[in-house]
């Protein structure tokens, strides 16, 4: 089912665009999530940007842009296969990762050499590109370690007073962060699965995508401990549900369950929120879930891990980093 898209007015975009071009931040939607933008050609910008997530300098920003034509002016060595994606793929929720071009502030990119670039597909975050006419470098719009944003409410929650403006546009279609591949050396390989999956990208590809290892620096998607909730989420086999929320809340814990059907005999005490097992509902709504774990004060989330096949991969993924275990000081 689609999300109501809450309309933005041309007037509103105007503004967000012109506190861009003054270097001051703006929050967005995007298909994916809520985007923290900044002009990605000012520094001071950018700095402020980090400092509004708390997220440490050397960790990259994607940039995103309005179409594909503008990719050379902000990448270099363009191989072919990122034309092909591109065209494929844009608008629409697959960063890639390339060379960066000398447009690109060394800020952005975290002192890295390669850059990544995404065309979002929400008309919102096509307007304000538009509006805006350069390259907007957005973060998903959380503190550090926190719940990616998928609604408006939840971006205010998070950054409160730090950013100047939140254009709503509705809860975010996808809910779940972009798929990125890195075309910048070697084969090409997803760091972060999403979306667009190994096989879309293999079959306009024609050939072998890889999953990249979990040891690349610098990849604050990739931590084991990101995307969490401040409740603890542990995995679990459906038939194993009941008796450990049994166990939990016999030790006074508060316990939710997440999962299409509350179980029949789920103790009176765990609290049921609904989670899809359709994998596009799921991906939507997973991160809503999360928060509201946290807004009843559960100690404990009891989840199943979907099958790990197309959208799955991406969620199974970000269910494992929300119940990995904590490193409160990259975390927090
Ligand atoms: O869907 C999305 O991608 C959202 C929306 C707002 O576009 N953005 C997003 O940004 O998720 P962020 O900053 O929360 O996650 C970007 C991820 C980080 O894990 C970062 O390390 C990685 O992309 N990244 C960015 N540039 C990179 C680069 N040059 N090389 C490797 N990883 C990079
Ligand atoms: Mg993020």
């Known amino acids: 089912m689609p999300s109501i898209q809450v ?22 939607p995007t298909e994916t999530v809520y985007g923290l933008g900044a002009d990605a050609e000012n520094e001071d910008a950018v700095r402020r940007v980090f400092a509004a997530k708390g997220r440490p300098a050397d960790h990259p920003l994607i940039v995103h842009v309005a179409n594909a034509e503008s990719l050379d ?23 890639i990762i390339l060379k960066r071009s000398e447009r690109v502030p060394e800020i952005v990119t975290g002192g890295l050499a390669t850059v990544g670039l995404r065309v979002p597909s929400h008309p919102t975050a096509l307007a304000l ?13 959380n503190r550090f370690g926190r719940v990616s944003p998928t609604t408006a409410a939840h971006v205010r929650e998070e950054l409160g007073d730090a950013v100047e403006m939140v254009l709503d546009g509705g809860a975010c279609n996808v809910g779940l962060e972009s798929t990125i591949v890195d075309l910048s050396s ?16 293999q079959r306009v590809l024609d050939r072998p995508v890889l999953y990249g290892g979990t040891d690349s620096p610098r990849c604050s998607g990739r931590l084991e401990s990101h995307y969490a909730p401040r409740a603890t989420v542990e995995l679990l086999d459906s038939q194993d549900i009941v008796d450990r929320a049994l ?3 016999r030790q006074h814990l508060k316990v939710a369950v997440l999962s299409g059907h509350a179980p029949v005999d789920l103790p009176r005490d765990v609290e049921h929120l609904p989670l899809s097992s359709d994998a596009e509902s799921c991906a939507r709504d997973l991160y809503s879930a999360l928060r509201e774990v946290d807004r009843r004060a559960c100690d404990v989330a009891l989840v199943t891990l979907p099958e790990e096949t197309g959208l799955g991969v991406a969620i199974a993924d970000r269910l494992r980093k929300a119940g990995g275990p904590r490193n409160r000081s990259e975390d927090d």
Request: proline share 8%; no cysteine.
């Open 73 to 95: 002016e902000w990448a270099s060595d363009i191989p072919e296969i990122a034309w092909r994606l591109a065209e494929q793929f844009w608008p629409g929720p697959l960063t």
């Open 247 to 249: 166990k939990l809340s």
């Open 129 to 141: 590109l538009r509006a805006f006419g350069g390259a907007i470098a957005a973060p998903s719009a």
């Open 186 to 201: 070697g084969a090409p390989t997803i760091l972060r699965p999403g979306a667009i999956t190994q096989q879309d990208l």
């Open 7 to 28: 309309q933005v007015s041309i007037e509103q975009i105007a503004t967000a665009a012109e506190i861009l071009r003054r270097g001051g931040l703006v929050a967005f």
